[in-house]
C-alpha cells in the first residue's frame, strides 16, 4: 500500500491548493517564484476544475493543465491531483436534474455554489467516473504527480427518491427483514410499522419528532454513501497509479462522515483545520484535531488545508496576529503531521471566496502574510529532516466514536444546553492543559497499548464496546468514563435500567434513578468543585473505593463521582481546573507521565520522536526548564537547562546530549 511517506521522501510537504485558473498565465510564473522562494514543494491542482477540464459533456481540455504539470515539475515542486468532482459544472444539473440533492423538505440544491451532486445519483457517479478516468489516465505517467486527492470535503446530503431507493437497498443489506429493522426502529411507537420496503424513506421532513434510529441510520447510511463515492474515484485512480498514495480530506470534528472507517479506506489521512484566530481555546482545538487525525492516520497525516489569515465564514473573520500561523503550522508537525498546506496559494480576486486569505494575500509578495509563509518554508526544511516520518508517543487514549455521537444527537433528548463536541473538547482540554499527550481511539479497538482510557462520553455502545471497556479494565487498564455513557445500544434502545448493567457493576453503581441536566447557566456544587451541563440521581451499590458527593440542593450527598479501583465514573462534567486536576492524578496513578513537569502557563510541549517541541500560545515572555544540553533544531542554538519562548515562540529540541 503507498504511504505519504512515498511522496514526502523525508521532507514535510508545503504548499496549499492551487487554483491556477482564475489567474492569466502569466501570473502562474509569478507563482512559482514566489512558491520556490518560500520552499513550497507541494500544491494541490484541480480541486474546483471540473467547467475548465470538461466545458461540454465529453469534451476536454487538458492544455491548461498539462502546462501547469509541466511547470510544476521544472520548478521542482510535486502535485497532489484531485479530482475536480466536488462542483460540478453547470450543464451536468442542467442536463441531468437527477444529480442535484434534495434537502429534508425536497428542495432542489441548485449550481451556482458548489457540493451540489448527489451521492446516490447513478448520473452523476457515471459523469464523475468518466473525468476521474480521463485525468488519470492522462496524468499517471507524468513525473509532477506525486498523490491523488479524491473530491474535496464529502459532507452533502440527500433526501431525493434516488437516495430512497438506495436507503432501502442499504437498509435491507442491514436488517434482511422488515422485522428486523421494526424491531431495530421500534416502528411499534405512534404507530410506524412497516410492511413493504417501498414505505421506507429517507429522513424528511416529519410534523413533529422523527424516528430516532430512522435517523440515525439515515446518517449511517449517508456517509457509506459518500464513502462509496469516494471508493468509486479512488480504485480507477489506483488501477492508474498503484504506486501513488490517495487521499480525500476531512473536516474536523464533522458529524456527517465516520471517519474511523473512512480512514481506513485512504492510504493517507488528511484533514482541514481552521481555529479561530481569536479563540482562547483555538491552540487546544488545533491539538485535539491534530491528535484525531493522527489517530485515524496511525502514523504521520496530512494539514490539507488551514488559513494563511482570516477565512471568511465567520460572524467576524480575524486575521492571524503575527507570529501564529507558524505557531499553529508547527505545532501541527508536532502532534505527526507531515504536509503543512493550506487553502488556498494566492488569495481570489472573484468568487465567493475572494476575502478568504491565501498564502499570498492581496497585498502579494510584499504583505506579511506571504514574508511569514517564507519563513515558516524555512523552517519546516531545518525540521523535516528530524521530524518527518516519525510517531508521536500517547499514553491515554479518548474515546470517540461517530454513531455514538449520531445517537446522542437525536431530538427529543433531555438536554439540548450541550452538544457533544462541547464535552469531548472539555475532556481533551483538560488533558491537553495537563500536558499528556493523548490519542485518540474507537471503542471497539485494542485499548492494551494504553495506559489510561478516557470516555468524554459515549452515548451508545454496542455489546462489543461495553465488553472491550470492561475487559481493559479487568485486564489492569484505568478507565475514566464522563456521563451519559452506556445508555444505549447500537440501534438507540436505551439499556434495561438506563446504563448498561456490565458498566454499573464496574462503576459500582446499583441504580440510576434520575438524569437531571443543568441549566445553561447552573452549576451543581460537589465536594471541592462545581459541576455544568449535567448531574445524575445515582445510588451506589457499596462497592466504590471512592466517592465524591453533590453538594446541597436535591441530590445532596449522592455520589458525583464514583471510583471503583481502577474504573471512573463522573456524573456531572466537573469545571476546567478540577477535570485536568483529577484526570492528572489518575494518569500519574497509571503511570502515563505528562511531556515535562513544571511548564509555565500557555506553554504546549509534545514529544514527537527523538525531538521535544515547546510551543508558546501566549505572548509574554517566558523561561521553561529544560534539563539537559540540547540543540534547537530552528535557530541551531544550543540550550542547557533553560531557555526563554517569546511571542508565539517555539523550539524543538533535540534530545540532550549525554
Ligand atoms: C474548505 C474547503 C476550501 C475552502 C475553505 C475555506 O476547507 O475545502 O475549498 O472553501 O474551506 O475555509
Not at 480576486?349 to 494575500?361: I, W
Request: include cysteine; charged fraction near 25%.
Amino acid at each position: 500500500m503507498p504511504r505519504l511517506s512515498d511522496t514526502t521522501r523525508r521532507r514535510i510537504l508545503y504548499g496549499g491548493d492551487y487554483n491556477p485558473e482564475q489567474w492569466p498565465e502569466e501570473t502562474w510564473h509569478e507563482d512559482v517564484r514566489l512558491m520556490r522562494d518560500a520552499g513550497v514543494n507541494s500544491v494541490t491542482l484541480g480541486v474546483f476544475s471540473w467547467a475548465k477540464l470538461e466545458p461540454r459533456p465529453g469534451v476536454h481540455d487538458f492544455g491548461w493543465l498539462d502546462r501547469l504539470m509541466d511547470l510544476m515539475h521544472a520548478n521542482g515542486i510535486g502535485v497532489v491531483l484531485a479530482t475536480p468532482t466536488s462542483a460540478p459544472p453547470p450543464w451536468l444539473g442542467h442536463l441531468h436534474p437527477d444529480t442535484l440533492p434534495r434537502d429534508e423538505d425536497g428542495r432542489t440544491e441548485w449550481w451556482g455554489g458548489r457540493q451540489h451532486f448527489s451521492h446516490s445519483s447513478t448520473t452523476y457517479r457515471r459523469h464523475a467516473a468518466a473525468i476521474t478516468e480521463a485525468m488519470a489516465a492522462r496524468y499517471a505517467g507524468h513525473p509532477a504527480l506525486t498523490m491523488w486527492h479524491v473530491n474535496n470535503e464529502y459532507c452533502t446530503y440527500d433526501h431525493g427518491d434516488e437516495a430512497a431507493t438506495r436507503f432501502r437497498r442499504w437498509l435491507r443489506d442491514r436488517y434482511g427483514t422488515l422485522d428486523a429493522l421494526n424491531a431495530a426502529w421500534g416502528t411499534a411507537f405512534w404507530s410506524q410499522g412497516y410492511g413493504d420496503w417501498a414505505e421506507i424513506l429517507p429522513a424528511r421532513r416529519t410534523h413533529y419528532l422523527k424516528n430516532p434510529t430512522q435517523v440515525l441510520d439515515f446518517r449511517r447510511f449517508t456517509s457509506d454513501m459518500l464513502l462509496e463515492c469516494y471508493a468509486a474515484e479512488r480504485d480507477i485512480v489506483r488501477r492508474h497509479t498503484p504506486h501513488l498514495p490517495v487521499t480525500t480530506n476531512f473536516m474536523p470534528l464533522w458529524s456527517g462522515q465516520d471517519a474511523w472507517r473512512w480512514a481506513e479506506e485512504e492510504d493517507v489521512v488528511s484533514v482541514d483545520l481552521y481555529p479561530d484566530p481569536r479563540d482562547p481555546l483555538g491552540a487546544q482545538h488545533g491539538a485535539l484535531v491534530q491528535d484525531m487525525t493522527r489517530s485515524q492516520a496511525r502514523g504521520p497525516w496530512m494539514l490539507m488545508e488551514q488559513a494563511a489569515g482570516p477565512v471568511n465564514w465567520r460572524g467576524a473573520n480575524h486575521p492571524k496576529p503575527r507570529g501564529l500561523n507558524r505557531l499553529w503550522s508547527l505545532q501541527a508537525v508536532a502532534r505527526g503531521a507531515d504536509a503543512v498546506c493550506y487553502f488556498q496559494w494566492r488569495q481570489s480576486r472573484q468568487g465567493a471566496e475572494k476575502f478568504h486569505s491565501g498564502m499570498v494575500s492581496h497585498a502579494g509578495a510584499q504583505g506579511r502574510t506571504y514574508q511569514e509563509v517564507k519563513q515558516l518554508g524555512a523552517d519546516l526544511a531545518k525540521l523535516a529532516p528530524h521530524a518527518a516520518g516519525s510517531t508521536v508517543p500517547a499514553g491515554i487514549a479518548v474515546l470517540h466514536d461517530w454513531h455514538s455521537w449520531w445517537a446522542g444527537a437525536q431530538d427529543g433528548r433531555l438536554s439540548t444546553r450541550f452538544d457533544y463536541p462541547d464535552v469531548l473538547r472539555a475532556w481533551h482540554r483538560a488533558l491537553w492543559e495537563a500536558h499528556l499527550t493523548t490519542d485518540f481511539a474507537h471503542p471497539e479497538h485494542d485499548l492494551s497499548p494504553y495506559k489510561a482510557v478516557v470516555v468524554p462520553q459515549l452515548y451508545a455502545l454496542t455489546d462489543t464496546a461495553v465488553d472491550n471497556l470492561v475487559a481493559y479494565v479487568r485486564g489492569g487498564g484505568t478507565l475514566v468514563c464522563g456521563f451519559l455513557t452506556g445508555v444505549a445500544d447500537e440501534d438507540d434502545r436505551v439499556r434495561p435500567g438506563g446504563m448498561d448493567a456490565r458498566l454499573r457493576e464496574l462503576f459500582g453503581i446499583r441504580t440510576l434513578h434520575e438524569w437531571w441536566p443543568l441549566e445553561a447557566d447552573e452549576t451543581a456544587a460537589c465536594d471541592g468543585f462545581w459541576g455544568s451541563l449535567w448531574s445524575e440521581e445515582l445510588e451506589p451499590d457499596g462497592t466504590a473505593t471512592e466517592t465524591v458527593r453533590y453538594k446541597g440542593g436535591e441530590l445532596d450527598g449522592l455520589p458525583a463521582v464514583l471510583r471503583k479501583g481502577r474504573a471512573w465514573y463522573l456524573s456531572t462534567l466537573p469545571e476546567p481546573a478540577a477535570l485536568r486536576d483529577l484526570l492528572a492524578r489518575v494518569a500519574a496513578d497509571a503511570g502515563a507521565r505528562p511531556v515535562l513537569d513544571g511548564l509555565p502557563a500557555g506553554v504546549e510541549a509534545v514529544r514527537r520522536g527523538d525531538l521535544l517541541f515547546l510551543l508558546h500560545h501566549g505572548r509574554d515572555p517566558v523561561t521553561v526548564d529544560v534539563p539537559g544540553t540540547h540543540r534547537d533544531l530552528l535557530t541551531d542554538a544550543t540550550v542547557t537547562d533553560r531557555l526563554t519562548l517569546g511571542r508565539y515562540g517555539v523550539a524543538v529540541l533535540t534530545e540532550p546530549a549525554s
